[in-house]
Structures are given as C-alpha cells and as structure tokens.
T-cell receptor, first 114, second 110 residues
Framework: DTGVSQDPRHKITKRGQNVTFRCDPISEHNRLYWYRQTLGQGPEFLTYFQNEAQLEKSRLLSDRFSAERPKGSFSTLEIQRTEQGDSAMYLCASSFGVLADTQYFGPGTRLTVL | QKEVEQNSGPLSVPEGAIASLNCTYS??????FFWYRQYSGKSPELIMSIYSNGDKEDGRFTAQLNKASQYVSLLIRDSQPSDSATYLC??????????FGKGTTLSVSS
C-alpha cells in the first residue's frame, strides 16, 4: 500500500453514462497525475495537477474527460457519455518535491463500458 | 514523439538465474528513469530510480543507465518465481509526466 487510494476499484457502466472516479494522494504530495492503461500497454499520461492547478493535459484527454483537484487535496476524473473505448484501468499517482519525479501509484479503478 | 521502447517478451529464466531487462528512450532531455513492477491486475509498484550514468544497486536489483546510448537496464539476480511480473520502464523530464514503455513480461520457473 503506497498511501494513494482510489475509489471505486471497479466500475461497470453502460455506454453513454457518466462516471466519476476519485483519487486521494499521499497527504504531503503536491503533484497528482492521472494515467490510463489498457491491456498490453504501459500507462499513458492523461493530466496532472500541482496543488490545485491543472498544468498539463494530454491530447488523449478528449472533451468528454474532465479532472479537478479542489483545494489541492483529492482529485476527481469524470468521463461523460462513456464509450466502449474508454474501458481501461485508470491510475492515479502522486509525487512531491522540486523535481517531483518519483511517482507512487494507487490501486487503480477498472472501468468496463458495456 | 517521446517514446520508451521495451521488448514485450516473455522473458523466461530459471529460478536463481539473472534476468536482464532492457529499455531505450528517445528524448535526450529525460532526466530520471524508473523501473516499476506490475503484477497482473494490479497497479505499478516502484522498484528503482536512476539519475546518473552507471550502476545503482538495491538488494537483488541493479539498474544501469547509459545516457549517451539512451539505454536503461534492470538486472534481477537470484530470480525467484515471485519476480514473475511485467516490468515497466519509464522516463521523466521536468515539468512533464512519466513516459512508459509497454513493459516486458518476466516468467521465472521453479
């Protein structure tokens, strides 16, 4: 257990529904990252926050995806109008410090879109 | 396009042998490099980081970095069946996120 928690651990939804995932980073970590991983691939970067500011978004993050980190604590990732191609493991990671490169991952949320 | 390349494997070694995992990266601006272990259905678990050219040892694990060749490797000595997993190599450049390879699957047979 790295200290990063994610909820829910599993989510099954029907195509077209909206889903929201939550990530609680390690308490003193100022950076929070969201990645997506599909079978046979490494994690792919989606977006990251430094404190409450969203600093970068991948081109993978379509308009249906939105992320927030109010007050620089927990973060939420929302997917609107889910598609079958959104089925994946959604991973949250956190880090701290000036370089902030050492990232610790949460257990992930497995999304299945039927 | 920043890329990290790994052989997908599977790499099969007998118990007690040395497993050698390799990775190349495309972005010369990458400053730090990481190896993560990922068991099936689980999230990545950090094994080692390396920042400077040369070797870095931690228990049975040794990471090697050659920035001139843009090459990173991980050696696992005295491999155990519990080491059977997918090993992800990742590169980091300040102000961005980790760029991961697809991972190499290691199988250690007893």
């Amino acid at each position: 257990d790295t200290g990063v928690s994610q909820d829910p651990r599993h989510k099954i939804t029907k195509r077209g529904q909206n889903v929201t995932f939550r990530c609680d980073p390690i308490s003193e970590h100022n950076r929070l990252y969201w990645y997506r991983q599909t079978l046979g691939q490494g994690p792919e970067f989606l977006t990251y926050f430094q404190n409450e500011a969203q600093l970068e978004k991948s081109r993978l993050l379509s308009d249906r995806f939105s992320a927030e980190r109010p007050k620089g604590s927990f973060s939420t990732l929302e997917i609107q109008r889910t598609e079958q191609g959104d089925s994946a493991m959604y991973l949250c990671a956190s880090s701290f410090g000036v370089l902030a490169d050492t990232q610790y991952f949460g257990p992930g949320t497995r999304l299945t879109v039927l | 396009q920043k890329e990290v390349e790994q052989n997908s494997g599977p790499l099969s070694v007998p118990e007690g042998a040395i497993a050698s995992l390799n990775c190349t990266y495309s972005d010369r601006g990458s400053q730090s490099f990481f190896w993560y272990r990922q068991y099936s259905g689980k999230s990545p678990e950090l094994i080692m980081s390396i920042y400077s050219n040369g070797d870095k040892e931690d228990g049975r694990f040794t990471a090697q970095l050659n920035k001139a060749s843009q090459y990173v490797s991980l050696l696992i000595r005295d491999s155990q069946p519990s080491d059977s997993a997918t090993y992800l190599c990742a590169a980091y450049q300040a102000g961005t996120a980790l760029i991961f390879g697809k991972g190499t699957t290691l199988s250690v047979s007893s």
